[in-house]
C-alpha cells in the first residue's frame, strides 16, 4: 500500500477496490477504520487505499496546486501530479470508474450506490481548494459526484459518503444479507419507523402490533407506515 500508514494493506483478492488519491488523507482514516466498513475491511470484502498526493508532486517543496488562469481567488490542483497519480494507479489494474467528487457533479443517490457496488474497482480523486484542472476533467474523469448543494471545503467527507454507501451494499457485509434491501430510498420509499425495548417508555408505547408476533400485519403495517412517511417527508420521491 502507498501513502496512509493508517490503514492496513489489504490482500489483493478483495471483491471490491476503492483507491482514493487526497491532498488530506489523514481526513479519511476513521471514517474507514469503525464498525461495518471496517469489519468489510478485515474480512478482505473491501480494499480503501488511500494516496496522498503529494508523492506525485511537481517539485521537491510537495507543488501539488497553483494559481487559477484568468486571475480569481483560490488555488487549483494541477494537471501533472493528478494524471501521474491516475496512470501509476491504473497501471496496477483499469479503473470502471474514475470518480471526481465535487459540487458540479451529479446527485449522488441511492441507486447510484447500487450501481457502483457491483463494480470491481473505484478511481476517487478528492478536490481542495477550488476544484482540479479541467483538462483532467475532460480527459480522465469518468463520472463526477456531487452529495449535494452545498459546498464542502474538500471532496475527502464525500468520498467517505460515497464509499460507506457503496461498501456496506457489498455482498457479506452487513450481518443481516437482506438488511440493505429495507433501507430507505431502495424503493424510493424511507424506511418505516423502528422501536426496540422497553415496550412501554414514559407512556410512549411501541404499536402493537409490532409485539403481536403476527408477521403478515407487521409487514403490511410497515408498507403503511413506509407511504405514510414517504408522502409526508419526500412527496418528491413519488413522482
Ligand atoms: N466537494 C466540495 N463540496 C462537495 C459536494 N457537495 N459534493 C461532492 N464533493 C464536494
Known amino acids: 500500500m502507498r501513502g496512509c500508514p493508517c490503514l492496513v494493506a489489504l490482500p489483493y483478492f478483495c471483491s471490491m477496490v476503492i483507491d482514493i488519491i487526497s491532498v488530506v488523507p489523514e481526513l479519511l482514516e476513521s471514517p474507514f477504520s469503525h464498525s461495518i466498513l471496517q469489519r468489510a475491511r478485515e474480512k478482505g470484502l473491501l480494499n480503501i487505499r488511500l494516496h496522498p498526493l503529494r508523492q506525485w508532486a511537481v517539485n521537491a517543496y510537495g507543488q501539488v496546486d497553483d494559481y487559477a488562469f484568468g486571475g480569481g481567488a483560490g488555488m487549483v490542483l494541477m494537471c501533472e501530479p493528478l494524471v501521474r497519480a491516475i496512470e501509476a494507479l491504473s497501471a496496477e489494474g483499469a479503473y470502471d470508474e474514475?470518480?471526481?467528487?465535487?459540487?458540479?457533479?451529479?446527485?449522488?443517490?441511492?441507486?447510484?450506490?447500487?450501481?457502483?457496488?457491483?463494480?470491481?474497482?473505484?478511481?476517487?480523486?478528492?478536490?481542495?481548494?477550488?476544484?482540479?484542472?479541467?483538462?483532467?476533467?475532460?480527459?480522465?474523469?469518468?463520472?463526477?459526484?456531487?452529495?449535494?448543494?452545498?459546498?464542502?471545503?474538500?471532496?475527502?467527507?464525500?468520498?467517505?459518503?460515497?464509499?460507506?454507501?457503496?461498501?456496506?451494499?457489498?455482498?457479506?457485509?452487513?450481518?443481516?444479507?437482506?438488511?440493505?434491501?429495507?433501507?430507505?430510498?431502495?424503493?424510493?420509499?424511507?424506511?418505516?419507523?423502528?422501536?426496540?425495548?422497553?415496550?412501554?417508555?414514559?407512556?410512549?408505547?411501541?404499536?402493537?402490533?409490532?409485539?403481536?408476533?403476527?408477521?403478515?400485519?407487521?409487514?403490511?403495517?410497515?408498507?403503511?407506515?413506509?407511504?405514510?412517511?414517504?408522502?409526508?417527508?419526500?412527496?418528491?420521491?413519488?413522482?
Not at 109 to 120: E, V
Not at 122 to 148: A, F, N, P
Not at 184 to 195: E, G, K, T
Open 98 to 239: 474514475v470518480i471526481y467528487l465535487t459540487p458540479d457533479g451529479e446527485r449522488f443517490d441511492q441507486q447510484t450506490a447500487n450501481r457502483l457496488s457491483l463494480k470491481g474497482r473505484l478511481l476517487m480523486i478528492c478536490g481542495h481548494y477550488k476544484g482540479i484542472d479541467q483538462r483532467v476533467r475532460d480527459g480522465w474523469v469518468t463520472m463526477e459526484l456531487s452529495i449535494g448543494d452545498y459546498v464542502l471545503s474538500g471532496g475527502e467527507l464525500a468520498a467517505a459518503v460515497v464509499a460507506d454507501a457503496i461498501g456496506r451494499l457489498l455482498p457479506g457485509v452487513l450481518n443481516d444479507e437482506t438488511s440493505a434491501l429495507t433501507d430507505s430510498f431502495q424503493d424510493n420509499l424511507l424506511a418505516p419507523p423502528v422501536y426496540t425495548r422497553p415496550v412501554d417508555f414514559r407512556d410512549r408505547k411501541v404499536p402493537d402490533v409490532l409485539v403481536s408476533g403476527d408477521h403478515k400485519k407487521i409487514e403490511e403495517w410497515r408498507q403503511e407506515e413506509s407511504l405514510r412517511r414517504t408522502k409526508e417527508k419526500r412527496p418528491d420521491l413519488q413522482g
